[in-house]
């Protein structure tokens, strides 16, 4: 569960070895028993070399800021080096074949110490060259006798240790400006004092050459398939590189080169023989000459086949996998991505619930939420300043709940930046919010904390492997500038993308990951970084890298996407990050599941640390103050204690002076009194001159003051005068304004009392033809009736002994038609009560709007007397109107009781009139002024109806102007009310706020 810093072998126990952990602890692990043998601390920093002495007892792990021997057999410590902070650790090491221990610092120096008393034996002297760089690697001689050192530069600096002078200075070609890796070629036959030695340049070639004679034997590597690193077996036959796309490459030495080796004896000859054969066979050409290697030692391209990935096909029924909750199916949701490129804003919240299949456990989340906020957000506000109080609380619950959840949540810190784009998303649902994250984390950040607190090493080289497969040119840039995918991947994983895309962008983004495999988010990564392959091309720096990859860039998300569909399908799958994913995984529902995918031993125990470092923390801090207190004190004491004795001297010093001086002014005293004496007369003389000279000034000074104060109330009464002249004059103008503003207004309020007048006339208009039209309708109704009824008369004096049924069929087609009549008279009553109830409402608004508008009261009062009389006028017409009803109520009734009398006779032959007697008792109850139609024809409703047609026009008419009344003076009330709406808001104009937008 931790990353591996360091490796040593050869120790006395052959089966044992030493490993070297991110931890900082360094483990002896048994390759038989597979078992943990020792664990040893002490470093804290990462180790980065092991040395292991030739016995095998002893080792030294070197650090960045200390060196520490141990015992092998009771894997103790026994000495420690240690050094100043400015000036670190290169590398300490035993020499081949003695006791001596070699330290390498940052600062040039190199130190020879003796292994049995450490005490130190030499210096090496500080190189004098033109360019000065530090030394970085180091390698020396099986003999011990020559050592090699290299930096930043094309400069090798070979050193005899025996003389402890250097010896060479060794110029590599041009194409090398620095050296990352340093090792001896061995040899069997020279004794120890190799003669061959590889440098592996930072172009990842790895050349090899006589530091004699300064010659470039052979190379191995090429800017296609670099080397990272490599290692020389102890008998120099056979190098082990490992090649940037991951592969391990491992060469001959004796097919690289004839010229390093004596001839083979027969048995190396059948080996030489076989490895040609293998190399023939593996199509592996080099190409080596006498001074230098034209083409690197590589295998042909044409053996390099690249295999498309071929996803799993799923033998379950079909589209069982593609159902999502809600009535989704996946496979169509990602034929509408791949149509629209997104999901439809309104519905994407329900699409992303659907396909991370959440459970929503209230009660689970409920849980995680009572156990409150957990002390490692506490005080979140001071590293991430949320301006909304809000987004910050549901922050900081939902990082609490991820705490409590799983404990490496707690100390993650780039938790924060992973889970604050979907709080602002899902901040109105936290429980949403909470199950996006942790599904998230689960399934999209796979692998992440196998290698924690470092970040996820494993991922990373994914994303460089197929990076170093579709684009090894810009690969190669990076590498050349020192820029790892920890500067380039690592911000986009980390943050989500929410550093280098707008919030559309990002939601577009996720639209696809979460509707592809996990494994989709690493190639979104990987395309991102292709397609801004011509800006980073242009990056030398890296401070420019870094700032590319954690702020917005131009560059169009949807090429992105096409570009990681593409990567999807055309990526191997020896190097498809879908290899090392699962497929996603919903959360469990009801409980959440248990998260430990990660080393809980480092989380404990920082935990465990963090804890006992506040203890300590809050004990050192007591025990400082106490000390702080007891120092301050002793030191007041102190100086009170000095001051009091310094001042009782300067008190006895000060009273023997003053004795001294008392007697010598005594003596003085008198010779100054009698001077003094003469002094005075002088001086009064002197005092009564100035005193009358400074009399006279002064009342020249007063003259001159009152003057000049006259002067200034001459010029204030002028300036006065003349601003109360322009005052006079503006208001002059303002009122004669004021009155063209009148005037335009009366004449605005004209025109609009027109237009008023004309519409109320033509709606007028308009109410006296419908109703003319219903008097007419009415008319020919009652016209129709009385025709029915003189007919059914007729019939019945005839045959009033035929069918019985006839006659009340006739009686029902009568009573239908009364009915409808009745009905038109009724809507003609209601309508009548709604323009009351109308006239009521304006009146009581008029009343109500005539206590704001004190302006127009004058014009009020006049419009009221108009309304009085005309009101006076339609009581009179309306008692007219009652009278004339009432005198048409009772000649109706005296005609129908005539009829009555003379349909008597028929009554015994005929049971006809029943009929008529029904009408007249419904016609009483209900109200209705029913114009009886007379039998024998004599009695004509004409007249009749011709008055009342009359009335109705006349009280249709007082209605409208009364209501063209009210409309004027409603339009002068809104009038005068948006007169003084704009008068207030020009004295107070509103106050505009700038609006907040979207910050993430």
Known sequence: MQACTALAFNLRRKTEFLVALADYSIKCF?????ELVSWMRGHDSSVSSISVHGSGRYAITTSTDTAQLWDLDSFQRKRKLNVRQSVGIQKVFFLPLSNTILSCFKDNSVFAWEFDTLRCKYQLPT?????????????????????????????????????????????????????????????SFDGGSNQVLGVLSQDNIMRFINIETCKLLFDIGSHEEGIITAAISPNGRYIASVMENGNLNLYSVQALTQDVNKPPSPTFKVVEDWSKCTSQENKLTMRVTSGRSEQPWKPKRSKIQSRLLKLNVNTSPENKENELPGGLNKKRLRALLKGFGEYPEKYRMFVWRSLLQLPENHLAFSSLIDKGTHSAFVNIQDEYPIKSRKLLRVLQRTLSALAHWSAIFAEMPYIPLLAFPFVKLFQNNQLICFEVVATVVVNFCQHWFEYFPNPPVNVLSMMENVLAHHDKELLQHLIKYNVTSQVYAWPLLETLFSEVLTREEWLKVFDNIFSNHPSYFLMMVVAYIICSRVPLLRCNQRADFEYFFHHRNNLDINIVIKEAYQLMEATPLDIHPKRMFDDFIPLTKGQYPVFNKYPKFIVDYQTRERERIRQDEIEYLQERQLMHELEAK??????EDEAWYRKQELLQEAEEQKRKMLLEEEEKLVEQRQRLAAVKRELKAKELQFLDASRRRFLKYQQDQRQMELKHLDDEILRKVSMREQETAAAVQDVEVRRMELESQRQLFEQRLIKDQEAVTKEMKEEVDAHQRRVDLEDHVIQR?????????????IVAEEKLAKAEQKRVEANWRLQMLHKLRRDDEDREKRYEEIAKLLHDNRVKEAELLKAMREAEEKKREEVTQKRAQLEKEQKAAAAANEHRKRFLEDRMNDTLELAGNLQREDGCFERLRDLKARCTERGVELQQVPMSGNICLNDLSASESSLHMSLGQRRGELACEERELMAEVRRLRQKLVSQARSRHPPTHFPATGWTP
């Not at 006798?145 to 003389?163: D, Q, T, Y």
């Not at 009736?785 to 004096?797: H, N, P, S, W």
Request: hydrophobic share 40%.
């Open 127 to 187: 190189p004098v060259e033109g360019s000065v760089f530090l030394y970085k690697v180091f390698a020396v001689t099986r003999d011990g006798r020559i050592f090699v050192a290299g930096g930043k530069s094309n400069h090798l600096h070979l050193w005899c240790l025996e003389s402890k002078q250097l010896m060479r200075i060794i110029q590599m070609p041009a194409k090398v400006r620095a050296v990352r890796h340093l090792e001896f070629l061995p040899d």
């Open 30 to 34: 048994d390759t038989e028993t597979k």
């Open 634 to 639: 002793a030191h007041e004491q102190k100086a």
């Open 785 to 797: 009736l009385m025709e029915v009824d003189r007919e059914e008369q007729q019939k019945a004096q």
